[in-house]
C-alpha cells in the first residue's frame, strides 16, 4: 500500500440505507483519520457497505477504509 496522508481533509459519502433507518448522511471531516474512524467506529455495517470516502480528489471504498484503520500508521487510538 503506499502510504497514505491522514491529515487532509475528506468527505464520506455513507452506502445505501434501509428504508427505515434515517442512517447518516455525507459528511466532511477535517482530517481523513477521523473519517476512517467514524466510517469504522460509528457507522451501521449496513452503511459501511457502499460507502466512499473521497480525499484530494481519490476515492475510497469500504474495503479500502478497512485497510486504512488497520494500518499501523492509522494516527488515533482505536477502540
Same mark, same amino acid.
Given at each position: 500500500? *503506499?502510504?497514505?496522508? +491522514?491529515? *487532509? %481533509? !475528506?468527505?464520506?459519502?455513507?452506502? #445505501? #440505507?434501509?428504508?427505515?433507518? $434515517?442512517?447518516v448522511?455525507? #459528511?466532511r471531516?477535517?482530517? !481523513? !483519520? %477521523?473519517?476512517?474512524?467514524f466510517? *469504522?467506529?460509528?457507522?451501521?455495517?449496513? $452503511?459501511?457497505?457502499g460507502?466512499?470516502?473521497?480525499v484530494?480528489?481519490?476515492r475510497?471504498?469500504?474495503?479500502? *477504509?478497512?485497510?486504512? +484503520?488497520?494500518?499501523?500508521?492509522?494516527?488515533?487510538?482505536?477502540?
Open positions: 500500500m *503506499i502510504k497514505f496522508d +491522514y491529515t *487532509i %481533509e !475528506a468527505g464520506l459519502f455513507p452506502g #445505501k #440505507k434501509s428504508l427505515r433507518s $434515517q442512517g448522511r455525507y #459528511k471531516f477535517k482530517t !481523513a !483519520a %477521523e473519517a476512517v474512524r466510517a *469504522i467506529e460509528e457507522m451501521p455495517n449496513s $452503511q459501511l457497505r460507502s466512499v470516502m473521497e484530494d480528489e481519490a475510497f471504498d469500504d474495503k479500502q *477504509i478497512r485497510m486504512l +484503520y488497520d494500518s499501523c500508521d492509522f494516527p488515533l487510538s482505536r477502540r
